[in-house]
C-alpha cells in the first residue's frame, strides 16, 4: 500500500531558506491597530455628543409639552398655546439638526486627516519593506551566484 510522503520537513526547509522579515507584517498590523483605535475614539466621541444633543433636545421638548398641556382659562388661549409649541418645536428642530450636521461635519473632517496620515505612514513603511527586501533578495541572489560558480 502507498505511504504518503509528509512535505513538512520540506516545507520548514524551504521557507527557512526563503528570505522573509516579519518585522514588515508587524508594523503593518500595529499601523492598523493605531488607525482601528483612533477610529473607535472619533466614532464614540461623536456617539457621545449625538446622545447629549438628543438627550436635551427631548428634554426641552417635554418642558414645553408640560407648558402646553396646563389647563387653560379661555379656548383661545388652548390654539396659543398649541401654536407656540409647534413654533418652539420647529426652532428646536432646526437648531437640533444644525448641532448634529456639526457632529457629522467634524467626524467627517477627523477621519479625512486619520486616513490621510494613516495612508501616509502606510506608504512610508512599504517604502522601507520593499527597500529592505530589495536588498535581501539581491544579497541573496549574489550568495547563490557565488556558490554556483
Known amino acids: ?5 509528509d512535505f513538512t520537513k520540506v516545507m520548514q526547509d524551504m521557507m527557512a531558506s526563503f528570505p522573509m ?27 457621545e455628543k449625538s446622545t447629549e444633543i438628543s438627550s436635551k ?4 421638548t417635554l418642558a414645553k409639552f ?12 388652548y390654539t396659543k ?6 413654533s418652539s418645536a420647529a426652532e428646536m428642530a432646526a437648531e437640533n439638526l444644525a448641532a448634529f450636521a456639526e457632529v457629522a461635519k467634524k467626524v467627517q473632517m477627523e477621519t479625512v486627516e486619520l486616513m490621510l496620515a494613516a ?15 530589495t536588498t535581501e533578495v539581491t544579497t541573496a541572489a549574489k550568495k547563490a551566484a557565488a ?3
Open 147 to 149: 556558490a554556483a560558480k
Open 57 to 60: 433636545w427631548t428634554k426641552d
Open 119 to 133: 495612508g501616509k505612514d502606510m506608504s512610508e513603511d512599504a517604502t522601507a519593506a520593499v527597500k529592505k527586501a
Open 66 to 77: 408640560g407648558d402646553m398641556s396646563k389647563a387653560k382659562e379661555e379656548p383661545t388661549d
Open 21 to 47: 522579515d516579519t518585522t514588515a507584517f508587524q508594523g503593518a498590523f500595529k499601523t492598523q491597530a493605531a488607525l482601528g483605535e483612533k477610529m473607535a475614539k472619533v466614532a464614540l466621541e461623536a456617539a
Open 81 to 86: 398655546a398649541m401654536t407656540d409649541f409647534a
Open 1 to 5: 500500500m502507498a505511504k504518503t510522503q
